[in-house]
């Protein structure tokens, strides 16, 4: 069964501290991989890595996608207190489309 | 319009009623996808529509729960006979194509008294 897990859980830092979120991923045929981010309403599209771009940045934002240990990360730099959000890891699943996502991340910036 | 649409933010309703959730998909998406949020829970995977082909329902937990889409514009997740555990935020999201990144409505919150 096609399974994405997230670590850690939940994250609590200070303003301007640098935080790596976590996914690994079990899935045959392999297509891609997306970070979410989702304050207190819709996910937000932040990143698809694939096999053909596995490394991603956004100004503070940047991802990595390792296909060999089947496992991304995600980073963020210098955090803000809008960062403060669950980010969310999904692949698409075996043979469909439809995503299937991890838990995700609770990250709470403070000041 | 600019992005997802789905309506309403909001449903109360009671046991054993039947509730209707719109989405309107980003304009010329022709994948749309409905997923269920349970309080403090992932995303789970109800259905998906892409074009004119006959929908994924791999994901729909029961036979209560249904849903239609008019060629490539909106859809309607029905839920009949509703019961407590259908109690969650269902969210829409639409992408241009199949392989490309899924872009989510604000979600509907139902709540089942």
């Known amino acids: 069964e096609d399974k994405v897990v997230q670590s850690p859980l939940s994250l609590v830092v200070h303003e301007g501290d640098t935080v790596t979120l976590n996914c690994s991923y079990e899935?045959?045929?392999?297509?891609?991989l997306l970070w979410y981010k989702q304050e207190k309403k819709a996910p937000t599209f932040l990143f698809m890595l694939?096999?053909?771009?596995i490394e991603k940045k956004s100004g503070r934002l940047s991802s990595i996608l390792d296909k060999k240990e089947l496992f991304s990360i995600l980073n963020i730099t210098a955090t803000q207190t809008g960062d403060s959000a669950v980010y969310l890891c999904?692949?698409?699943?075996?043979?469909?489309?439809?995503?299937?996502f991890g838990k995700g991340t609770r990250l709470s910036v403070i000041a | 319009g600019a992005g997802v649409s789905q309506s309403p933010s909001n449903k109360v309703t009671e046991k054993g009623k039947d509730v209707e959730l719109r989405c309107d998909p980003i304009?010329?998406?022709?994948?749309l996808y409905w997923y269920r949020q349970r309080l403090g829970q992932g995303l789970e995977f109800l259905i998906y529509?892409?074009?004119?082909?006959?929908?994924?329902k791999s994901g729909l937990p029961s036979d209560r729960f249904s849903a239609e889409r008019t060629g490539e514009s909106v859809s309607t997740l029905t839920i009949q006979r509703t019961q407590q555990e259908d109690s969650a935020v269902y969210l829409c999201?639409?992408?241009?194509?199949?392989?490309?990144?899924?872009?989510f409505g604000d979600g509907t919150r139902l709540s089942i008294l």
């Open positions: 999201a639409s992408s241009a194509h199949r392989d490309q990144p899924q872009h």
């Open positions: 899935v045959t045929n392999f297509r891609s």
């Open positions: 694939t096999s053909s771009g």
């Open positions: 999904a692949v698409p699943n075996s043979g469909n489309t439809p995503l299937v």
């Open positions: 304009s010329g998406h022709t994948a």
């Open positions: 529509f892409q074009g004119n082909s006959a929908p994924d």
